[in-house]
Structures are given as C-alpha cells and as structure tokens.
C-alpha cells in the first residue's frame, strides 16, 4: 500500500525527517511518499501559520489525490501537531486521512487512563487544547505543556532538545498525574524512542500512530464516509492565486 504523508510547512530536512520516523514503523510492504507544501511557512507555531499551512495541506492532497491524481494514495497522513487541515483532505479523498494529534490521543488512550502533551512553544498549546475539544479528549487529555522549543531546533532530528522536553515531560507526569506522553510536534518523532527509555512510560510519537492506525484502517478496508460534510467539495471557480484548487 502506498501512505502519502503530508508535511503541512515547508521545511524539506523536517519533511524527509518525517518520512524516515514513518518508514521505521511501516509494515513490510508499505511504500512512504512525503510531500510538503509549494507555499507557507517554515514552521508552524501560532494560528496564522496553521491556516496558511492548511491551504498548503488542501494543494498537496488534491495534487496527490484529488481527481486525475497518478497513482492515488491507499492512505493519507498529515505530520503537524495542529492537523491542518484534515477535514479538508478528507472531503478530497476517500482514503482514510489522519492527523497525528487525533492518531496520537487514541493510541495515549488505549495505554494509560490520562495523558499530557509535550509541545513546543508555550504559545502553541491553545491549538492543541482546541483539538482535545474537538476530538472529545478532554477527559483523557490532563494538560497541555509548551517547551519554548522552536519548531525548527527540531529540524535536525533535535538530539539538543531531548532533555529539555524529558524535563517537561517528568513535571507533567507528576503534576498532571498522566501514565503517558503525547510529543506534540512531528520533528519530535525521532526523539521518541530515546524519551521512551528515559521516562519509562509511553510515549507516543503521533507520525508513528498515524501511520500505524491507516495500515490497520486500509487493511480492514475502510475508507471516509462520503456522505453528508465529507462529501466530494462542490464545483466553483475559485479566484485568485487560489485559481488551481477550484473543483
Ligand atoms: C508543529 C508541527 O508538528 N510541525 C510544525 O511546524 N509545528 N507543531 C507544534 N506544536 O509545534
């Protein structure tokens, strides 16, 4: 089966970064393509950058797998902590679409009654609290705790970082009384086995799970529903720079 995983900015070491996490997880047969955007931000770290990069995510997915697509994905992942725009992505193919913050707090859920995201930067965190909400995680999710770890200082893998977010992770499991940790960005995927190991409880890495849970979803052939708001976007112009991703 071929997985496209879409990284939502536009760094192309944090890009291949993300293909090598998921291709250390992928089954024996399964082909990983990772793609990033043509346009929007580097690094995504506040709300402006997540809707730019949302645009970037609907461009690679209807590239990929819209119609007229060449050799369409058997399955979607979209590597951003924010899963922008996911819903979007899956309005344009009936593969199954995840997004790693969703992929991740259902595989925290089946592990431990609780758990806490480590993220990046403090101002970060309301996104992945919107996503608690959305997803009706609240109950499982006990906080949310930024690092003021660039997203970018991730780029090379982020060995430079791993003690600080190992330091954040320990006060949260103490205080939030978690049994797991959520890593709330993608460029933290090659640091997961190294914080596994420190901290003795899972972690999870969501560009694992995602890639995972669609291995699992396609081998028991579901698709997303195209009835009712996932249904194929309807045609209009669009105008614009935005011209090409008009139905
Ligand atoms: C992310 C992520 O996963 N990629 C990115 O650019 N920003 N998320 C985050 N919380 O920093």
Known sequence: MKLLIVNPNTSRPMTEGIAAAARAVAAHGTRIEAVCPSFGPLSIEGH?????AAAGVAEQVKRHAGPGAVEPPDGIVIACFGDPGLDAAREVSGAPVLGIAE???????FLATGFSVVTTMTRTCVIAEHLVQKYGFEPRCRGVHGTDIPVLALEDGGAGCVDAIEAAAREALVRDRS??????CAGMAALCAELSARLGVPVIDGV?????FSEALIGL??????????ARPLPKTYLGWAAPLGW
Do not use: N, P, Q, W
Not at 208 to 212: G, H, Q, T
């Open 48 to 52: 402006f950058d997540e809707t730019v």
């Open 103 to 109: 992929a991740a707090f259902h595989a925290a859920s």
């Open 179 to 184: 049994g797991a940790i959520v890593l709330g």
């Open 208 to 212: 694992a799970a995602a890639v995972k």
């Open 221 to 230: 052939g579901l698709r997303t529903s195209g009835h009712g708001d996932y």
